[in-house]
């Protein structure tokens, strides 16, 4: 016999009571919650935020720091653009300092104290090409700095006029050199300009007296020359500073050839053209005369731009400036005695400490400032996204029913 | 062993004059055992733990030592999230659906062992053990071990005093009319075995 569940003698109201007492709320044995607390640790929720927040901030500064190194690699080839510098330690080679950035060819001021402490400056290079630079610079007081195009050229020459066979590197080199006699070194390096070899002195002076004693020298010598005479400068007494660019000039004069040809086919055309047309009106011949004229004066004008930027490529510009050597003796520092005079050296140093970093700082900040508005923005997003996703991961999620 | 600096009386009050529910309350309360203020939690749970206990004693198939299980965890999660707690739902559907997810991972994990035990793998089902064990007892309440778990679940949470539906179906994440139909079904389920029963029966 078959029975229908509608048959059986269970009514609704019996099992709406049946089902509320299958979970009706029953006391437990014990107090379940305060095992809760005890396996939970004690300190209960105070920990566990802490528990739970301790991670975020962290992500948040792994994430920053991600941010700021794929930052810095897309900012630090502009940044080199604009300019760069670095401290040397006395001693430091330049070149582990500049192979370490992987910075070859464009930059450079470099500011160390090699050997004896003393301060060298080297002057932002312009890019040379394609071609790229290696310094290095020796401890010692006879600086050498190496470069170009995957040769050495020594003595501070960043190259030679050779640094590709069709390249035209126009160079420039200063220099501050300290002597005893400045007069004396003045006559030395006028004389390293060789004229049978189309070398020249193109400006000096000698101005001042005594110890005020300066003379300033612009001697133009052969490229392939620059680094045998700005080593035999050197040894006119202790370089001071040193500064070394170039510039590629080889688009330039290909600009300058092309303009020229075409000049040329315009000024052959205007002559064919004269030619042709003897029996023109006068108006017309005398218009294309004046075209031929101005034709010619810019084929000239060009050509001697031309020649103009291959005399500069094959003579190098050594600006040199002497100056006395300072007088060696020390002063006579005034006599410290008493604590109070010690105490006003050690503040007027902490605060000329102080002044110098925040002047670095405000200085640093404000070269640095469009990338920490970056990091900072990204900071921030970053943070807002961990805290979603924290407080996505602590959901509950909803009963697996099936 | 930790000392818990909570007073807590070895007398407790009667199930019927506890009072839960009131979300400003557990809200505020959260708020003040998030802050570290344990006699906030203490009253909390004290509201809570008789209806927790109960409904997960229903669903575990009256196995005390699981639903005491299934209760603490529910406390540990509790206590774990109670930083996260920031009231924007109710305290009552939180812990509740907290306790439903570890009914359900234990009644899993229960029956996972059942079948390791008995060295059969059982085919088809959902495959929950508590749900078929000991289906020994008459009536209803037998009728009620026999449901599968999800079901057990959705008609023992509709029935479970304190929860409205809505409730119900915000604690297990359904829309309201899902959950009357799931409910629907499992009384339709529940009459079918008491029908069995009552066959039987004669």
Known sequence: MTTEPENLNVDAGEMAAG????????SPSREIWKDALAKAGGRGAARSKWRRKWWVPAASVAAALVVLAG???????????????????????????????????????????PGGGESFDYAMMPPVGDAKVKWHESGDSNQTIRGVAGGELDAGQPGNGEVAADRAIVRRASMEVECEDVRGAYAKATALASDALGEFIESGSLTGDGDAMRGDITLRVQA????????????????????????????RLTDLD?????ERKIEAELLDLADKRKDAPLKEVLELRDQLSQSRARIERLEAQKANAGKQVAYSAIVLTLHHKPSEEPKPEPAKSGFGEKMGEAWKNGTAGLGDALAWCVETGLARLPLLVFVGVMVFVIGILVRRAVRWSEREPTPRLG | MTTMPVSVGSQKPPVAEMQVGDAARDAALMKRFAAGDQQAFAMLARGYEAYLFGLARGVLGRRDDLAQEAVQETWVRVIRGAGAFRGESSFKTWVY??????????????????????????????????????????????????????????????????????????????????????LNAGLEALRGMMGEGGEKGE
């Open chain 1, 71 to 113: 930052g810095a690699l897309v900012m630090v080839p502009q940044v080199g653009r604009v300019g760069a510098r670095w401290d040397a330690s006395p001693g430091m080679v330049a070149s582990q300092a500049l192979a370490a950035r992987s910075e070859p060819a464009e930059l450079g001021k470099v500011a160390g104290a």
């Open chain 1, 19 to 26: 089902l509320a007492a299958a979970s009706e709320p029953v």
């Open chain 2, 97 to 182: 659906r907290i306790l439903v997810n570890r009914c359900l991972d234990i009644s899993e994990r229960e029956a996972r062992q059942k079948r390791m035990r008995i060295g059969v793998v059982e085919a088809g089902g959902a495959g929950y053990g508590v749900e078929e064990s000991d289906a020994r007892a008459e009536g209803l309440a037998g009728a009620i071990e026999r449901l599968t778990v999800a079901q057990r679940v959705v008609v023992l949470l509709c029935y479970h005093r304190g929860l409205t539906h809505a409730q119900a179906a915000e604690v297990l994440g359904l829309p309201l009319g899902t959950l009357k139909s799931r």
């Open chain 1, 258 to 262: 092309a303009t020229i040809r075409n």
């Open chain 1, 224 to 251: 392939s020359r620059l680094s045998l005479v700005m080593n035999q400068l050197r040894g006119l007494g202790k370089p001071t500073s040193e500064n070394l660019s170039s510039l590629d000039v080889t688009d």
